[in-house]
């Protein structure tokens, strides 16, 4: 008999931790939901915004090459050199029409936001890039991307 009552006991003791634990744990999770309301936005998807653009996350300083699409010649041979202190060179040559005359230009190129930049007084080639991970991308007279077959002819590579 008493085996049973110190079972019975034991039990009982068991059970009554196992619901005081329960219902700390279950306290803890109430006062971090109350913690973290108050650091989280109800709507998170319109009230963060993302911190990482190429113009604060990507070295961009460098050489890029390519050869652009060109209407009337086989391609537009294009180098741009981008600098640390927002000063740019640029360099085109047209293949397979005139002299392969190299034009040149230097200036200064601008953020448009943080992944758009154009190329201030550039001659001869597009003044607004798209910066990619060891890419600028030619964009067309309004700042966006060319589409179609011919999208992949339009970046530049580092």
């Keep these: 008999m008493k085996r049973l009552f110190i ?8 059970g009554s931790c196992n619901q005081a634990n329960k219902e700390h744990v279950q306290a803890e999770a109430i006062d971090t939901q109350d913690t973290l309301a108050e650091y989280i936005p109800i709507d998170a998807t319109t009230d963060t915004v993302d911190m990482h653009q190429a113009q604060n996350s990507l070295d961009v300083i460098g050489i890029y090459k390519g050869t652009l699409p060109c209407a009337d010649c086989e391609g537009i041979r294009t180098e741009i050199e981008l600098k640390a202190d927002s ?8 293949l397979g029409k005139g002299d392969g005359q190299m034009n040149e230009s230097t200036g200064t190129y601008v953020w448009l936001d943080g992944s758009r930049i154009e190329l201030q007084g550039v001659d001869g080639g597009p003044q607004k890039y798209f910066v990619g991970e060891n890419t600028l991308t030619a964009l067309d007279m309004d700042g966006n991307k060319v589409t179609g077959t011919l999208a992949e002819h339009y970046v530049l590579k580092k």
Aim: aromatic fraction near 18%; avoid cysteine; charged fraction near 5%.
């Design 7 to 14: 079972a019975v006991l034991v039990v009982a003791l068991l």
């Design 87 to 94: 000063t740019y060179s640029f360099k085109s040559s047209y």
